[in-house]
Antibody, heavy 119, light 109 residues
């Protein structure tokens, strides 16, 4: 059974940093692209970033160099380094797995980790 | 502002069929082979219902189906049930990013 577990969220002051982690199990982690999606309170889903199985990375326009996605295939871990955080980054952050190697649809999601940025 | 436009809300009675549309006017959005749909109940994690326009993941009810015509993709739910009441999001992609529609709240009357 696929299992994704995020951690690292919390309360941080504006301008601060956080590192989110996502522990994966139940599938061959190194063979799948992985993504981060966020959801602000009461708002819709917003895609953040993706890292392919080969390590290629892509980001949403709003990231503007503040966020860095990475992965450690030896430990089945996905990360999101978040710097220069602002109130607009307050959201639940989900990690998710691609349903197929190159199909941008996400069939397994973690429970999410809440990031709250105080201004 | 999302490049994928969904109606804010739709409603239907139990047993009826409803369709949720997802339209793009952006030439940057992919040609729609990769449209997917997600269901999200309040306070819950999103669930993939449809991918690649019309494919259902294992375990998703056959009452859910997807299609597309031109720049509009659609999610149809037949035999509406109370448990289908949720938010639904379409998703597609550009050359370097994934985008979500703004979401549609489905109310089962």
């Amino acid at each position: 059974e696929v299992h994704l577990l995020e951690s690292g969220g919390g309360l941080v002051q504006a301008g601060g940093s956080l590192r989110l982690s996502c522990a994966a199990s139940g599938f061959t982690f190194s063979s799948y692209s992985m993504t981060w999606v966020r959801q602000a309170p009461g708002r819709g889903l917003e895609w953040v970033s993706v890292i392919s199985d080969s390590g290629a990375t892509y980001y949403a326009d709003f990231v503007k160099g503040r966020l860095t996605i990475s992965r450690d295939n030896s430990k089945n871990m996905l990360f999101l380094q978040m710097n220069s955080l602002g109130a607009e980054d307050t959201a639940v952050y989900y990690c998710a797995k691609y349903v197929l190697a190159t199909t941008p649809a996400f069939d397994n999601w973690g429970q999410g980790t809440l990031v709250t940025v105080s201004s | 502002q999302s490049a994928l436009t969904q109606p804010a809300s739709v409603s239907g009675s139990p047993g009826q069929s409803i369709t949720i549309s997802c339209t793009t006017t952006s030439s940057d959005v992919g040609v729609y082979e990769y449209v997917s749909w997600y269901q999200q109940h309040p306070g819950k994690v999103p669930k993939l219902m449809i991918y690649e326009v019309s494919n259902r993941p294992s375990g998703v009810s056959h009452r859910f189906s997807g299609s597309k015509s031109g720049n509009t993709a659609s999610l149809t739910i037949s035999g509406l049930q109370a448990e289908d009441e949720a938010d639904y999001y379409c998703s597609s992609y550009t050359t370097t990013s994934v985008i979500f529609g703004g979401g549609t709240k489905l109310t089962v009357l």
